[in-house]
């Protein structure tokens, strides 16, 4: 009999599927290596914390499985506050196995609590947690934490801590519905974990915990029927999710679902949403690029302002008056439903009765902005770029001195930040000598916060200078990076570095119109069926990287080798590698901005399915 571990509710159903039925999978990159080494060493800190803040707290130190499990009985009877390294016996009529990083005692029981090398809480106006400190970490001690509620990643942690409260329960009536997690600051929130959510209380933690749990035990039992029944089929199907990226089985459902076609791999497209396209008839990217946007999109209103209307009649009530009768006419009181529809750009009667019945009438209605997911799966059907709805790529904003940005991030901080110059036109001498020219601000030493402050000051700074030069001139500019990464980045800095001048200086240039997010002009520009990852676009902008892997994930073991290899020469290879790759991340979005203006794309509005095109 097969028990499950405490991540199998929140785990891919596929992933477990495979792994039940034999498959190998991928060996773990150096960077999800990396990562596990640096949460295991967050987990010893914080344990460390805690024996020193924490009278009387055990360690559970024995190898043993039995002996262990022993220990961990004893320091239970003996009521200690806390348990380091716990080993719970498994819960066979459960199908349950594990043991979380700590037990907190509780005035009835046990709590049990993890270490997570991630943030557990998000902002939130009305959101309100429970939470702890390392100096008084208990739960009697927590207080409400105003403005913070659970993360979706702290979902999945929640999750996690209810199969260790089903495993405390199995062992012991006297149990409670909480457990905490401690985040990647060292902050201790408490989690209730049978409180409704949503104001459903079909919807807690511990309803969906056992309802996931349930479909994996399902999973696996089938999984492994099938290996001695191979006519079985398997229960659940390969749908691309966030999580696929860090999953060693990516590849062989990355094969299968590409050969399937499968509606899932639409960028954009929530995989419960492409359960509900698959069970309305389009299971592949083909048959959902067939429906029409406009037609979709107007359904959804319809759906949304007013959901008893008939949608057949609507239609039919359309062809059966003047082409030029107000849709208004058609709608009657219903005020929201003619302000969607003016929008949507469907005015009179003869607008709604060219709209495609099929779609109006398709059955996923429910699945996401269908115009936005349709126009992307016609884009992946073709396999090319498109131009958006409606878009002008005279909208491009190009400006006499333009200034590319990218950093990098290494788990000590934000150690690199670079810039690319370049000009439309011959400016200024001062300018003019920088155009083409990348500069970094970089430090390969550890940084802490005042380093990270000292990079952001000195980038600003040259910032401030450039552009008052470029004003001078009479010329403008602008700086352009891609994503929100970079703002992000510079408001974390000044805010654990508690500067209120940095953060009001920072919150100035977030609030620039000088400064512009490339990404976000690339999805008001284009329709992709790839998704919007700079180095997907850039390619298509005809730019390559120099290095033969470029990534992110990747440039994180490259800073390991820059800083703490043991050769002076393998140091300055990975330093320059470093650079190397900052710099060409520049000139991609350069690249990617001038190709968006000056690109000649058809526009979306034009597609027609492969078969038909040329007819």
């Known amino acids: 009999m097969v028990l499950l571990d405490a991540i199998a509710a929140g785990r891919c ?41 924490v009278p009387g707290a055990m360690v559970i130190d024995a190898a043993d499985g039995a002996d262990a499990q022993a220990a961990t009985l004893a320091a239970l009877d003996n009521m200690a506050p806390i348990i380091l390294r716990p080993r719970l016996s498994p819960d066979v009529a459960g199908r349950r196995r594990g043991s979380p990083d700590f037990l907190f005692r509780h005035e009835r029981g046990y709590l049990p609590v993890m270490v997570k090398r991630h943030r557990v809480a998000e902002v939130s106006t009305n959101g309100r947690l429970l939470g702890s400190t390392g100096e008084r970490p208990q739960f009697a001690d927590a207080v ?17 801590l209810a199969h260790y409260f089903r495993l405390l329960q199995a062992k012991s009536a006297e149990s409670v519905p909480i457990g905490g997690v401690f985040d990647a600051a060292g902050d201790l929130w408490w989690i209730r974990l049978d409180e409704p959510r949503g104001g459903d209380a079909t919807r807690s933690i511990l309803a969906t915990y056992d309802r996931e749990f349930s479909l994996r035990i399902s999973v696996v039992d089938r999984a492994k029927a099938r290996l001695q029944d191979s006519s079985l089929s398997p229960l659940v199907v390969p749908l691309h999710k966030n999580e696929c ?23 954009g497209m929530q995989w419960r949403h492409a359960l509900a396209h698959r069970a309305a008839g389009a299971p592949t990217r083909a048959a959902f690029a067939r429906l029409d946007p406009l037609s979709a999109h107007v359904a959804q209103i319809l759906k ?29 009181e219903h005020m929201e439903a003619r302000r969607q529809f003016r929008r949507a750009g469907i005015l009179l009667a003869s607008d709604l009765a060219k709209l495609d019945p099929v779609t109006m009438n398709y059955g996923a209605l429910v699945g996401g902005d269908l115009r936005i997911l349709i126009e992307r799966s016609r884009a992946a059907v073709s396999g ?148 919007f990852r700079l180095k997907k676009l850039a390619t298509l902008a005809g730019f390559s990287w120099r290095d033969e892997e470029p990534s992110g994930s990747a440039s994180m073991t490259w800073y390991d080798k820059a800083v703490e290899a043991p050769s002076e020469e393998e140091r300055t290879f990975n330093r320059q590698r470093l650079l190397a790759y900052n710099e060409d991340d520049c000139r991609a979005t350069l690249a990617l901005r001038t190709w968006l203006r000056e690109a000649d794309l058809a526009a979306i509005e034009e597609w027609r399915p492969p078969q038909d095109s040329g007819s």
């Open 13 to 53: 159903p596929v992933a477990i599927d495979r792994q039940a039925a034999g498959a190998t999978g991928t060996e773990a990159t150096d960077v999800v290596l990396k990562w596990r080494d640096a949460a295991a060493a967050h987990r010893r800190a914080v344990g460390e914390s805690l024996l020193r803040s």
């Open 144 to 160: 409400i934490v105003h403005g913070r509620r659970l993360g979706a990643v702290g979902r999945n942690d929640a999750l996690e």
């Open 245 to 267: 990226s860090r999953c060693r089985f990516e590849a062989a459902c990355s094969r299968e679902m590409e050969e399937e076609d499968s509606v899932s791999l639409i960028p």
């Open 304 to 332: 949304k302002v007013s959901p008893v209307q008939d949608i057949e009649q609507l239609i039919a009530q359309s062809k059966s008056v003047p082409p030029e009768t107000p849709i208004g006419q058609l709608l009657g």
């Open 384 to 531: 090319l770029p498109f131009r958006a709805r409606g878009a002008d790529p005279s909208d491009v904003q190009r400006v006499d001195v333009e200034i590319d940005l990218d950093m990098e991030r290494a788990d000590g901080g934000t150690y690199l930040w670079g810039a690319l110059v370049s000009t439309t036109r011959p400016i200024d001498p001062a300018i003019d000598a920088e155009a083409n020219k990348y500069r970094s601000f970089v430090d390969f030493q550890p940084l802490g916060s005042e380093g990270e402050v000292a990079l952001v000051e000195e980038l600003l700074d040259w910032l401030d200078e450039f552009s008052a030069l470029a004003q001078q001139a009479g010329a403008t500019w602008s700086v352009n990076y891609y994503s929100h990464a970079e703002i992000d980045e510079l408001r974390r800095i000044a805010r654990e570095h508690g500067d209120a001048r940095l953060a009001a200086r920072v919150e100035g240039v977030a609030a620039s119109k000088h400064w512009i997010d490339l990404r976000v002009v690339a999805e008001q520009q284009l329709v992709v069926g790839h998704g």
